[in-house]
């Protein structure tokens, strides 16, 4: 199983990015997969998620700035970032678990990306 992640960077307030999660290695279209950040000296936290039911949840955080889709055709996971804030500061990582039961907890998911960073400026 991998996930790479790609499209993070540095950006002003108010900026926007689009990460891409392209995954490969396992049964894709019964799984959810989710969007995770992590801030230095703060927990792994749950910005997103999305089963292949399109059963979709966000953070109470990123709600309204913050779109999660996927590409079947392409393997692959998105998250549209707009109105970033500094405090989207952080690596932000792409996760999946088999099934279609999704989850805000890390450690419900069992394959992890290596991580994109984001960075926000004021």
């Known amino acids: 199983v991998q996930l790479v992640e790609s499209g993070g960077g540095s950006v002003q307030s108010g900026g926007s990015l689009r990460l891409s999660c392209a995954a490969s290695?396992?049964?894709?279209?019964?799984?959810?997969m989710g969007w995770f950040r992590q801030a230095p000296g703060k927990e792994r936290e749950g910005v997103a998620y999305?089963?292949?039911?399109?059963?979709?949840g966000y953070a109470d955080s990123v709600k309204g700035r913050f779109t999660i889709s996927q590409d079947n055709a392409r393997n692959t996971l998105y998250l549209q970032m707009n109105s970033l804030k500094p405090e989207d500061t952080a690596m932000y990582y792409c996760?999946?678990?088999?099934?279609?039961?999704?989850?805000?907890?890390?450690?419900?998911?069992?394959?992890w990306g290596q991580g994109t960073q984001v960075t926000v400026s004021s």
């Open positions: 999305r089963n292949n039911d399109g059963i979709i």
């Open positions: 996760a999946a678990r088999a099934g279609l039961l999704c989850s805000q907890v890390h450690s419900d998911y069992n394959y």
């Open positions: 290695g396992y049964a894709y279209r019964r799984a959810c």
